[in-house]
């Protein structure tokens, strides 16, 4: 291809006021959260999941549904999910159900750690495309994560702050990554370099 037909078909353009205005709502719904490791605003994750959803050629929509993607899972369950879907549409909507591990809006009613995390990666195997995307992006940068925060506090400090221990998260991530192989995201070569640097700084865990 050309890089004129390149331009003609790759990537959202330029975005409109919906774009921002998930933004607003993103930033309303998490603007008290904060990461894992340190003060860093939770918006931040958001903002660099939408991104990289961008630079890998997402739509309008499926970026918005990237910058809401936790919104269902960790601010109001299904009360939220409506909003969504009233505000930003079904398509948005259903993108965020596809990528949350959780709908209810009571964090200790939550199911454990592990059963969400394969009843999720169950899903993930037969979603739509626009959720493996936002999906990929989000591990992708949560890796990338994890990477920064075990340099600046150390692995030790790090994995305290998760519910699943090293040999989990490499679990998990390795399987959000090999499914994204298998359905030849974009994404998935990225992933697991990712995943394989992690392991090395973690130390084989």
Request: include cysteine.
């Amino acid at each position: 291809m050309t890089a004129k037909e390149i331009d003609d078909v790759f990537g959202a353009g330029p975005l409109s006021e919906r774009f921002d205005e998930a933004y607003a709502f993103a930033s309303e719904l998490h603007r008290e959260q904060l990461r894992k490791i340190g003060r860093v605003p939770y918006v931040s994750h958001l903002l660099r999941v939408a991104g990289l959803a961008l630079d890998f050629g997402a739509s309008e929509d499926v970026a918005i549904a990237a910058l809401l993607h936790d919104a269902v899972e960790d601010c109001g369950g299904m009360a939220t999910e409506a909003i969504i879907r009233e505000r930003f549409g079904d398509f948005v909507a259903d993108v965020v159900l596809e990528t949350s591990d959780s709908t209810t809006a009571d964090a200790n009613r939550k199911a454990p750690w592990r059963e969400r995390k394969e009843a999720y990666l169950a899903h993930l195997r037969t979603g739509s495309e626009a959720a493996a995307l936002v999906s990929g992006c989000d591990k992708l940068d949560n890796v990338t994560s994890l990477i920064r925060a075990t340099q600046i506090a150390g692995s030790e400090t790090t994995l305290s702050r998760f519910k699943g221990g090293a040999s989990d998260l490499i679990w998990y991530y390795e399987s959000v990554a090999a499914i994204l192989q298998e359905r030849g995201a974009p994404i998935a070569d990225e992933l697991t370099a990712a995943i394989e640097r992690l392991k090395k700084i973690l130390g084989g865990k």
